[in-house]
């Protein structure tokens, strides 16, 4: 195709070429620079928290932060799907997991703090490794934490490569106490599906579905049906991006108990929400 554009005439083929190769040149410059923070453990997690009906304060979302020497903090849309392709997902992943139990740890030395949750996203390539189970074993143990307070978090995307191998991993987990969430539950193919297949305790509904429920009775109407569904798998039902008032209103009186979003806070560094939800609260 660029030697059929170059012998067109235009100069369109090389101003092509050379954004290909800029493209090109910076996706090498970033997957070297991942490389290396992999090796310098630059990488961080961010806490958003998760509130109940009463709005009081439940447990936390871990979201990675790619603390970039040159560029400072990155958030995951700028460079997840290159761990994926590059694997360094799999030590990222594990670094996010140690945080997280290193989090869960100093939460239960308080008694203030003891029942906090703390929810962890694995990537689809995690789980395919023949290590997953003892991978997570592994830390949760070096941490001491209770288990009962970790929530792993899943897509759809583990179950495209092998349902039984997937689904066998994560009910070892659960078997051994751990928590497994269905993230942007509504957002798949086959969501419904994989509420019979998959061991399951919570599922969290796709901010896609909360936007709109404010104003839009069909949006209020998919919840409910959802709502349902999970009360008859006896599933606890976590709201995403929750971003209003009018929404938590909406959400409670269809039956929603638990919430996400900015309308409580965006994600903070660790000393920020300690700052902003646990300061009086520690002695
Ligand atoms: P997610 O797991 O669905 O996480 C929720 C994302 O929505 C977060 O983005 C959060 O900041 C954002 N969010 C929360 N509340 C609101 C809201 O009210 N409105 C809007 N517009 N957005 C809201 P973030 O931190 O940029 O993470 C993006 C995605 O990156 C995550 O989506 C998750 O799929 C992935 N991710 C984050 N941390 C990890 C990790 O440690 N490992 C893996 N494998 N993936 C991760
Ligand atoms: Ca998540
Ligand atoms: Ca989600
Ligand atoms: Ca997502």
């Known amino acids: 195709a ?17 954004n290909m190769q800029e493209s090109l040149r910076k996706n090498n410059e970033l997957s070297l620079a991942m490389h290396n923070s992999v ?32 560029l400072g903090v990155l958030a995951p849309d700028a460079f997840i799907k290159m761990a994926e ?26 008694e203030s703090t003891q029942h906090l949750q703390l929810s962890v996203n694995l990537s ?7 290590t997953f189970y ?18 792993l978090e899943v897509t759809e995307s583990v ?4 349902v039984n191998d997937a689904t066998e991993k994560l009910e070892k987990l659960r078997n051994y106490g751990i928590r497994i969430s269905l993230d942007d539950f509504g957002t798949g193919y086959s969501s ?15 901010r896609s579905f909360i936007q709109d429920v404010a104003q839009d009775t069909q949006a209020q109407v998919m919840v409910k049906s959802i709502l349902d569904l999970a009360e008859s798998f006896h599933l606890k039902v976590v709201s995403e991006g929750v971003e209003t008032r009018e929404q938590i209103e909406v959400l409670r009186k ?30």
Request: charged share 25%.
């Open 2 to 18: 660029l030697y059929r554009a170059k012998a067109d005439g235009g100069d369109r083929a090389s101003v092509f070429d050379i």
């Open 39 to 70: 090796i310098n453990r630059d990488f961080c997690i961010y806490l958003q928290p998760k509130q109940n009906q009463n709005e009081q304060l439940i447990g936390a979302e871990a979201l990675v932060r790619w603390v970039h020497p040159k």
């Open 85 to 110: 392709e590059t694997n360094a997902i799999l030590p990222i992943g594990n670094l996010v997991l140690e945080r997280s139990c290193e989090q869960l740890k100093l939460w239960q030395l308080e």
């Open 124 to 130: 689809a390539k995690q789980i395919w490794q023949s």
């Open 134 to 151: 003892q991978d997570i074993i592994n830390i949760v143990e070096a941490y001491d934490i209770d288990h009962s307070k970790l929530i």
């Open 159 to 162: 179950l495209i490569q092998d």
């Open 192 to 206: 419904l599906n994989y509420l019979r297949s998959l061991p399951l305790d919570e599922i969290k509904i796709d």
């Open 254 to 283: 269809l039956g929603n108990t638990f919430y996400q979003g900015y309308f409580f806070s965006k994600p903070l560094p660790i000393n920020e929400f300690h700052e902003k939800y646990l300061k009086n609260k520690e002695s």
